[in-house]
C-alpha cells in the first residue's frame, strides 16, 4: 500500500513540473528517497525556466541598448523612404537572423502596406517589403480626425523611458497610441497616447490582464 502512494506521489510531481522523476524505493526506507528524485527534479525544472525567463529579460535589454536610433526618429527615416501613415514600430529581431532593427509598418495613400526595415544604429533603411493586412480600414477610421501621429506619440512616450514600440490600438472604443518602454534598470511600461491630446496616461488593461494571468496561475 505504501509503494503505490509513493510512486502515485512522484509520478504527480512528475506532471506537474514537466518533467519525469524516478522512484528509487518500493518500500518503507526507500520513501525518502523517492521523494527527493522528484523534488531533485522539479527544482531544476524550476531552475531552467528562471534562466529561460532571465535570457528573455536579456535579450531584451541588448535590443534596447543597441538602439542609437529612437523610435521617432526611425519612424521619420522610413517615412522619408516610404510616403503614408505610419502604423506601427518595433525594435525587433530581423526575419531569420538575431539582427536587431527598427520595423516600420507604413500604410500608402493606395491603401497598400509596406514594412520598412530601419538600422537601430545608424537610422539608414535597409530595405522594406509589401505587406499584407487586413484592416486597413479600421486604421482609417481610427485616425479619421486625429492630430497625434505615431512619431509624435513616440515622442511623447519617450518621456517615460526608452521606446521599443509604438503602435495603433484601432479596435475597442478608446482607440489610442500604444507604447512600450524600458526604463534604464530593465523595467518594462505600457503607455496609451491619446490621438487628440498626446497625452500619455499608463495602460491600466494591460495591468488588469497581468494580474488575472496571475491569479489563473495561481489557481
Same mark, same amino acid.
Request: net charge negative; hydrophobic share 35%.
Given at each position: ?8 506521489? /512522484? ?28 523534488? +531533485?527534479?522539479? =527544482? ?24 542609437? &536610433? ?11 523612404? %516610404? ?5 506601427? !514600430? ?15 509598418? /507604413?500604410? =500608402? ?5 509596406? *514594412? ?5 544604429? *545608424? ?12 484592416? +486597413? ?8 480626425? *486625429?492630430?497625434? %501621429? !505615431?512619431?509624435?506619440? !513616440? ?10 514600440? &509604438? ?14 518602454? #524600458? ?13 487628440? =491630446?498626446?497625452?500619455? +496616461?499608463?495602460? #491600466?488593461?494591460? !495591468? ?12
Amino acid at each position: 500500500m505504501k509503494r503505490n502512494i509513493v510512486i502515485a506521489a /512522484v509520478t504527480a510531481a512528475a506532471l506537474i513540473g514537466g518533467g519525469a522523476a524516478t522512484a528509487l524505493a518500493t518500500t518503507g526506507d526507500d520513501q525518502g528517497s523517492a521523494r527527493q528524485a522528484a523534488t +531533485t527534479q522539479l =527544482s531544476n525544472d524550476d531552475a531552467r525556466d528562471d534562466r529561460d525567463d532571465d535570457g528573455d529579460r536579456d535579450d531584451d535589454a541588448e535590443k534596447t541598448a543597441s538602439a542609437d &536610433v529612437t523610435a521617432s526618429e526611425a519612424i521619420a527615416s522610413a517615412l522619408k523612404h %516610404t510616403s503614408g501613415t505610419v502604423v506601427s !514600430a518595433e525594435l525587433d529581431d530581423e526575419d531569420d537572423s538575431n539582427k536587431v532593427v527598427w520595423k516600420v509598418d /507604413v500604410l =500608402s495613400g493606395d491603401n497598400t502596406w509596406r *514594412s520598412v526595415s530601419v538600422d537601430p544604429a *545608424s537610422g539608414k533603411v535597409l530595405g522594406s517589403h509589401a505587406d499584407d493586412e487586413d484592416d +486597413t480600414a479600421q486604421v482609417r477610421a481610427a485616425l479619421k480626425g *486625429s492630430s497625434v %501621429t !505615431a512619431e509624435e506619440a !513616440a515622442k511623447a512616450a519617450a518621456g517615460k523611458g526608452v521606446v521599443t514600440s &509604438v503602435d495603433l490600438d484601432e479596435d475597442g472604443k478608446d482607440k489610442s497610441w500604444e507604447a512600450e518602454t #524600458r526604463t534604464s534598470a530593465g523595467a518594462e511600461k505600457d503607455w496609451k497616447i491619446d490621438l487628440d =491630446s498626446g497625452k500619455v +496616461t499608463a495602460d #491600466r488593461s494591460d !495591468a488588469r490582464d497581468d494580474d488575472a494571468d496571475d491569479a489563473d496561475d495561481q489557481d
